[in-house]
């Protein structure tokens, strides 16, 4: 596919997490040409807005505000655009409306691969819930008899990104994916998202620990940031490499 034409489809639990989790691969393929939409299913209002809540008078409604005006601004840096589902947190509940939303959304952005969340998250059950829906609606794309006007999918790879804790997600990185030269958008629009300012500095740390792995496992000394990413499916190929 041409990359000028090619599509990114990134699918987030809360306002921040396609941020801390997948902002470098955006920024990366924005700056390539690339269309990257992020569809987040809810604001992250009840359980990761805790700092919000400690503001005397606060209400729901505006915690909803406040991280989508965040997740904007983040998204702006990042070169992404955005939709908000406002499908509630804490418990993410999947709806029919829900699946047909994306469903539609991928059949009519006919994405080159999808970004989500790890399958697996024992601490947060909204985001595996929402590799589920994900999973679930590009399948249901795929079928050619299901009700729908739009063009069928094809076939996208679907990469996971990196949980809060790995080690306790199943996780385990089998892409890293250099990030050095859009790390200082990544830091940008991390700042943005003054709800979870503790997180700043973890997920810093955390890009330059994949980055001094992504040399290891290469041998390219220029890498200093990167994320890393699980498959679900195979990669399919004509060689090793």
């Known amino acids: 596919m041409d990359a000028a034409q090619g599509v990114l489809l990134v699918i987030s639990a809360h306002a921040a997490d396609f941020v801390w989790r997948a902002g470098g691969a955006i920024a990366l393929y924005s700056s390539r040409g690339w269309r990257v939409r ?4 809810s604001y992250g209002e009840r359980g990761e807005s805790e700092r919000l809540w400690r503001e005397s008078g606060m209400t729901l409604d505006r915690v909803k505000q406040i991280r989508r005006f965040e997740a904007e601004g983040a998204a702006r840096i990042l070169g992404a655009e955005i939709r908000f ?3 509630g947190d804490y418990p993410l509940r ?9 469903v539609e959304e991928f059949r009519a952005t006919q994405p080159a691969f999808i970004l989500t ?17 994900t999973m679930n609606a590009r399948v249901y794309a795929q079928a050619a008899g299901y009700p729908s006007a739009a063009k069928k999918l094809g076939a996208p790879p679907v ?8 080690e306790m997600c199943d996780f385990k ?15 940008q629009a991390m700042e943005c998202m003054e709800a979870q300012e503790h997180l700043w500095e973890y997920y810093t740390q955390l890009a330059l620990r994949r980055g001094t792995q992504g040399v290891r496992n290469s041998g390219n000394k220029s890498i ?6 699980q498959r679900v499916y195979p990669q399919v190929t004509g060689e090793f490499a």
Not at 117 to 133: C, F, M, Q, R, V
Not at 159 to 166: A, D, R, S, T
């Open 38 to 41: 992020v569809l987040c299913l």
């Open 85 to 87: 589902f406002d499908a």
């Open 94 to 102: 999947p709806t029919t409306e829900i699946t047909e939303a994306l």
């Open 117 to 133: 969340h790890a399958l697996s998250d024992p601490y947060n059950g909204d985001h595996p819930e929402t590799a589920k829906l």
């Open 159 to 166: 990469f996971l990104f990196e949980p809060h804790q790995p």
């Open 173 to 187: 990185p089998q892409v890293l994916l250099d990030i050095s030269s859009v790390f200082d958008q990544k830091r």
């Open 224 to 229: 200093k940031y990167a994320e890393a990413y």
